[in-house]
């Protein structure tokens, strides 16, 4: 143990590679970021955990999470020791949990706040300047940059640079707004906030305060870890859960299909909405992670999540999330609203159309075998629903897609 103590300290001693050098919003670029989200105590082979740290790896150093209880908030609030980390800078995430149905609401409070301090710290800045304790030069450039919100990590480096002169300048002074200002001086730099949590939450009990979330047009960014299960409390029936899979409530496997939380999110028209599958296309994950964050405005992202509770093998996990989308019941897409301004259709697909049936990739889990084996004739016609499910569900997302902003002509 002392000698592996040793060798860890020596590896948190080689230095992280330049910012500068690559790209951060890619595949390469975004693992040669650090984490600060490691060390989670979820599940081994949790399909959760891999966003989160991806997450962290390109907004961490400057994110508030609001988590809403289940798994994530477990192995994401462990007391007293917690997976989130900081910078060698001491930055990094600012995370709390709220209650599983409330928790859209919780972040957007961070929002509200993190946007009144920011207004706060502009009306201090014009005070200072007035008063002849700050830089009017300084202070331009400072109030340029708060206002445009770059997202670009390069950008938002160069205004913490711009904040340090600012707060060395104000403790030259001690004018009251100066002091005022140093406690809000950071709020002038770029803040990313995230809901993040579960399919019971987003699709049933939290849905009503996520909804509005959505609609309020704050610029909230909720991530939905979907395992299609109430995983925390047992493995559950959600509106998430797919049509003929078992979880408790559903002993005979659910009759209705999966509510599609994206395209009733869509909708509303001015929400950026994503449908990732980390194991079926990593790079379309994220880019959508870098898309919502940067939309100035209310963003989700589904994330498909394995789940032990699915019955699978769990060093294969990420197999399953390319059958999925293989068999059209993850359709990957992009909407993001930008694009109409470029006569675009904001809805992007991103998967092909269907290339096996969801029968070849349900019954590689235990939700669905289990009801073959119990009651082969029911699983036998919930299964032929499934499968009509998803290649409607399909064929309605490509058309959608195929419309133009033109009066909606092909």
């Excluded at 859209?104 to 002849?132: C, I, P, S």
Aim: hydrophobic share 40%; glycine share 8%; charged share 20%.
């Amino acid at each position: 143990r002392e000698q592996e103590r040793e060798n860890y300290k020596f590896f948190l001693s080689i230095p992280n590679t330049d910012l500068k050098l690559f790209k951060t919003g890619t595949i390469k670029g975004s693992q040669l970021i650090p984490p600060l989200f490691e060390y989670s105590s979820a599940c081994a082979g949790c399909g959760e955990t891999a966003y989160i740290k991806l997450m962290s790896q390109l907004f961490g150093d400057r994110a508030l999470i609001g988590n809403a209880t289940g798994c994530s908030s477990i192995y994401g609030g462990n007391l007293p020791t917690t997976p989130y980390t900081k910078r060698s800078d001491g930055r990094g995430p600012a995370w709390s949990n709220s209650l599983f149905e409330d928790n859209a609401e919780f972040a957007m409070g961070m929002r509200l706040t993190v946007d009144k301090f920011r207004v706060y710290a502009l009306e201090l800045l014009a005070l200072v300047v007035q008063k002849g304790c700050v830089d009017a030069g300084l202070a331009q450039q400072l109030r340029d940059a708060a206002v445009n919100n770059d997202p670009l990590q390069n950008a938002i480096e160069e205004q913490r640079a711009r904040i340090e002169q600012l707060k060395q300048q104000c403790k030259k002074s001690k004018c009251n707004e100066c002091s005022q200002l140093l406690t809000v001086a950071d709020y002038l730099v770029r803040k990313s906030v995230w809901a993040v949590g579960g399919d019971g939450w987003a699709y049933d009990i939290g849905y009503g305060g996520l909804d509005h979330v959505l609609a309020s047009g704050s610029d909230v960014n909720i991530l939905v870890l979907d395992t299609e299960v109430y995983s925390n409390t047992g493995g559950q029936m959600s509106k998430s859960t797919p049509r003929a899979a078992i979880a408790k409530f559903a002993a005979g496997g659910k009759p209705m299909p999966k509510k599609d939380l994206g395209l009733l999110a869509m909708a509303y028209g001015n929400i950026y909405v994503a449908k990732v599958a980390l194991g079926a296309n990593p790079a379309q994950t994220v880019k959508a992670f870098v898309e919502a964050e940067s939309y100035p405005g209310p963003s989700l992202i589904i994330a498909y999540s394995h789940c032990i509770a699915h019955g699978i093998d769990m060093t294969a996990g990420y197999a399953e999330h390319k059958k999925a989308v293989e068999c059209g019941h993850w359709v990957l897409c992009r909407f993001d609203p930008r694009l109409r301004a470029e006569g675009k259709n904001p809805l992007q697909l991103d998967s092909k159309a269907p290339t096996m049936k969801f029968e070849d990739y349900a019954y590689n889990e235990t939700r669905y075998k289990a009801l073959k084996q119990i009651n082969p004739q029911e699983a036998a016609k919930l299964m032929a629903l499934a499968n009509n499910d998803a290649v409607q569900k399909y064929a309605l997302m490509e058309q959608l897609a195929k419309l133009s902003c033109n009066g909606g002509k092909e």
